[in-house]
């Protein structure tokens, strides 16, 4: 499983869960998976769709995910078409008789094809050996994307009752989770539920201050990379994104409001890498699975949770170190509630409440972001400190309190537990507000107590102090503050107390992606090469590599294809049609700059055989003289497997008596020359070469005894 993994993705290791998903549908057994964005899930069913040796269907609800995929499953060497109801007819046709002819390994299918007769009596005559719904959650109407057409899929499971399905999604309440399994009648499955952490991304907040000019200095540690910046309002985003644009960032707005079109081309630009920034309201996001998005800001506050670790997930979807900022002011939370009052539905204005209370605590923290936001989607068993938010990595100067409490706790209850920590605030800080003077406030022995301590150093305090159980909320439309019962306690006891005062907020780690030391220059050119290709094939660039391979190739400064091939990210069909190229690039650099080249320790090895039973039972047979689409038949494999299976097996020594397989004289004498001709080992030029009738299996056969003419790697 490893080798092919390395072999069609050019991964050495699988992701938690991935492997056993794989074995549990090789089994052909149901699965429902649930994983956070970016664990991974489409390998889950990419991979066992190579072993299974019919067709496999997966059916996802959004076209241009859709075309990505294919994009990149094409770009590994993988046969995959999607049908799309935005298909001209006669594309489809084509489609439909390359998938009838079994050309297609994989099928991505939009859900309201399958309501389609003569499209279903279409699929129910293919071999499909396995099914995969992606976005699982579309068939639950509790969940927050219900589609009716993925209650068709109940249909497509009948006409294949022996073909395992695999549901997956990203978001599952028991609720949604019980609905998925019910819907799409899942037999027995198991059931995968990986840990919501996304270890790669840091959190951070901040204060409102100075926004706009914070922002920019944030957003200046990212140039050349994507961002994305979330904001409250339509209006929000046309705005901001037009004061970065004036300050030197190219920033799009998006949001509902704007035309189709408009949207669709922007949406492209940014997953093109042709904008680095877009500005953009919650509708943003369906239907974007860029990859390297390094920074995701919230201009302003999120209205739940929920929505909040949705849009933060987007950042960092490859994995490599990416980051969050929310700017954090309560006066946001007024325009939350403005909406909220507007709420029919008294049930429904209350759970909005409370999520907009959660997120408001999330925001005044004291303790570990992370851990807050595993224990409030269940996982009670998070640690209390991540070592990878602003809370756990800003160190803190602890202080004695004590006096500062007094002052704030007296503040409150003087003005008679009728505010909110903003009022209270503008009376510690001794402001001269028409509201305070009118009520007498600024005659209070409290009043400018703090006048040198920032606002949000204040309500940092009073943060604390309502972690520690010494002020209290009152809930609904106006939070006033109120002393509680310990809070009183202690100050009839005149208690002591330990504060701790905020830092300046540390530089975001920008720059610094990986925990390889990278040629950044080159990096920057392989981008540029990367952009390049991918305008050629027309496919979005992280089609061609992702980031943490462009960042391994400089580092490791590979000199030759073998070292090209260690590299994360590049499997067999990628070394072939990209690796002269990036190769020509990363080699002038180095050649340039006196860099040699470093060997990039593998964990695994798929140039040598592990005693799998894999390689051991296509050798026995082998042994048997049996041919080879005898051999590809009792295995059910693809006799391109096996041809591979060959390749390993004769690369690492293994003694092995294949004369019986190799093609009739005349016609190997016509491919000798060929690749004699071409001077290297990849098909694709020795096939140009020669006359329609030869195929690439019989070329990659012939190669086997060609190993040592070729072998100039
Ligand atoms: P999801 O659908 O769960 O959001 P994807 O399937 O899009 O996640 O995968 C997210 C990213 O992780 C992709 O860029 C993918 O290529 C990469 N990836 C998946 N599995 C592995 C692995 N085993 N090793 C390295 N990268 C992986
Ligand atoms: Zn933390």
Redesign the pocket.
Known sequence: MRDL?KIH?G?????PL?EDVIKTVLGRRDALVL?????????CYQLPALQFSGITLVVSPLIALMKDQVDALQANGIAAACLTSTLAPEELRVRERQIAAGEIKIVYLAPERLAMPGFRQFVRTLPVDFIAVDEAHCISEWGHDFRPEYRKLQGLRADFPRSPVVALT?TATKQVREDIVRELRLKEPRIFVSSFNRPNLTYRVEPKDKTFDRLARILDQYRGESALVYCFSRRDTETLSRDLTAAGFSALPYHAGLDPKTRGETQEKFIRDEIPLVVATIAFGMGI?K?NVRLVVHYHLPKSIEGYYQETGRAG???LPSECVLFYSPADCEKHRYFIAEIGDPAERARSERKLAEMVRFAELTACRRAFLLRYFGETDAANSCGACDRCLTPRETFDGTLATQKILSAVIRTGEHYGASYITDVLRGSRSADISARGHDRLGVFGLFSDTSKPELRDYMAQLTAAGYLGKEAGRYPTLFVTAAGKRWLRDRGTVSLTRPCEPDEPAAGRHSDLPYEVELFASLRDLRKHCAQKENVPP?VIF?DRTLIEMAYYLPDSLSGLRAI??VGEAKLERYGQIFLREITAYAQARALGARERPRRHRPETVRATSTYLATRDLVARQLPLSAIASARELAPETIVGHLEKLLASGEALDIEYLKPPPERFAAIEAAFRRSGQPWLTPVRRLLPEEYSYLELRLARLWLRDILDSE
Do not use: I, V
């Not at 991964?11 to 992701?15: L, N």
């Open positions: 993994l993705f991964y050495d290791e699988f992701r991935q994983m956070p964005t970016g664990g991974g899930k489409s390998l990203a699975d990859p979807r490859d994995g992280f992702g994360t990210g």
